[in-house]
């Protein structure tokens, strides 16, 4: 089981460095957000404690769609009477749906396209793509602002798209990878602190805060080395992260952002809200290259530092590991 888990996380890896995400249509985070997205105006009510129930029950029961159907799938594979079959079918299957949970080269796409607008001179273009991958209003940013925010995204999603469900595998499985990205899906789709979505995405946001709240710290110090590994400036980067980690309204977000703001020796700014760093604002597509590398680099550390020993010790004691 630990050999087969660990196949499953590596192959998914490996598919994602080499062929990146699916097309929408058939991605599974596609179909989670469409069911998100449908539950959403059933769970609206003008009584606040009712919509905040329809929120809650907006996570459950997407999340029970999606465990019930890897329940089945994983059920009809276990069916297959040969073992080595039963086995190589697991591990391919799981390391296809794991990789769906995890997004290190689309990262990396959009950055790119970010620098392929700038360098095209298409301030209005590069925007376009960074409205794409952050929350921030992106209509008015100047060339500086953007690659500040490039910087920030990749590294949040670090977290969001890669560490968070690597943890989650290692804890739960593939039902953990998969319930992580529905609460991460449905915090970015409705945890706005609006009007309209203040009662009923309070418990994805929240959900989302507590999950983060491990993964964040344990990704902030494996930045710090990977920053050491590749010659950046990791005391800045640790430095950094245990000064500016807490200054941003997410009690999460800053931790990885102030590690990579650090290992840059640059300062990220997200206008009105917060600072991050001591280094110059000025930033260049430099730095979005080397924030990829360390995006990279800290995706496969985590994998080995953190995940690795969770899946071995979880398993000797006992705890359930699905491949």
């Given at each position: 089981m630990i050999v087969e888990s660990l196949l499953v996380i590596s192959f998914a890896i490996l598919i994602d460095?080499?062929?990146?995400?699916?097309?929408?249509?058939?991605?599974?985070?596609?179909?989670?957000?469409?069911?998100?997205?449908?539950?959403?105006?059933?769970?609206?009510?003008?009584?606040?404690?009712?919509?905040?129930?329809?929120?809650?029950?907006?996570?459950?029961?997407?999340?029970?769609i999606v465990i019930s159907l890897l329940l089945i799938l994983e059920m009809s594979i276990s069916l297959i009477s040969v073992d080595i079959v039963s086995i190589i079918v697991s591990v391919v299957v799981g390391a296809f749906l794991f990789k769906?949970?995890?997004?290190?080269?689309?990262?990396?796409?959009?950055?790119?396209?970010v620098l392929e607008s700038i360098d095209e001179n298409n301030l209005d273009m590069a925007r376009n793509h960074l409205s794409m991958i952050v929350k921030r209003n992106t209509k008015n940013l100047d060339k500086n602002h953007i690659l500040s925010g490039v910087l920030e995204s990749i590294s949040e999603n670090t977290v969001d798209g890669i560490t968070g469900p690597l943890f989650y595998y290692a804890l739960i499985g593939l039902p953990g990878a998969?319930?992580?990205?529905?609460?991460?899906?449905?915090?970015?789709?409705?945890?706005?602190?609006?009007?309209?979505?203040?009662?009923?995405?309070?418990?994805?946001?929240?959900?989302?805060?507590?999950?983060?709240?491990?993964?964040?710290?344990?990704?902030?110090?494996?930045?710090?080395?990977?920053?050491?590994?590749?010659q950046n400036n990791w005391r800045e980067s640790y430095n950094i992260m245990i000064r500016d980690g807490k200054n941003t309204e997410s009690p999460n977000a800053?931790?990885?952002?102030?590690?990579?703001?650090?290992?840059?020796?640059?300062?990220?700014?997200?206008?009105?809200?917060?600072?991050?760093?001591?280094?110059?604002?000025?930033?260049?597509?430099?730095?979005?290259?080397?924030?990829?590398?360390?995006?990279?680099?800290?995706s496969i550390l985590f994998f080995v530092v953190i995940t690795i020993p969770m899946i071995i010790a979880l398993s000797l004691a006992g705890w359930w590991i699905h491949a």
């Open positions: 460095f080499k062929f990146g995400d699916p097309k929408n249509k058939y991605h599974p985070t596609a179909w989670i957000g469409t069911l998100i997205a449908k539950f959403t105006p059933i769970a609206k009510n003008e009584n606040y404690l009712i919509e905040k129930l329809g929120g809650v029950c907006i996570i459950v029961i997407t999340s029970g769906t949970t995890i997004a290190i080269r689309g990262m990396e796409k959009h950055a790119l396209s998969f319930v992580y990205r529905i609460i991460n899906t449905a915090d970015s789709m409705i945890g706005y602190k609006t009007n309209l979505f203040k009662n009923i995405g309070w418990f994805a946001a929240t959900s989302d805060s507590v999950l983060n709240y491990i993964p964040s710290r344990l990704t902030g110090l494996i930045m710090i080395i990977s920053a050491a590994i590749l800053g931790y990885p952002m102030a590690a990579l703001a650090g290992a840059l020796e640059t300062k990220f700014e997200k206008l009105n809200h917060y600072k991050l760093g001591d280094g110059k604002i000025v930033l260049t597509k430099q730095h979005v290259y080397s924030a990829i590398s360390i995006m990279k680099l800290t």
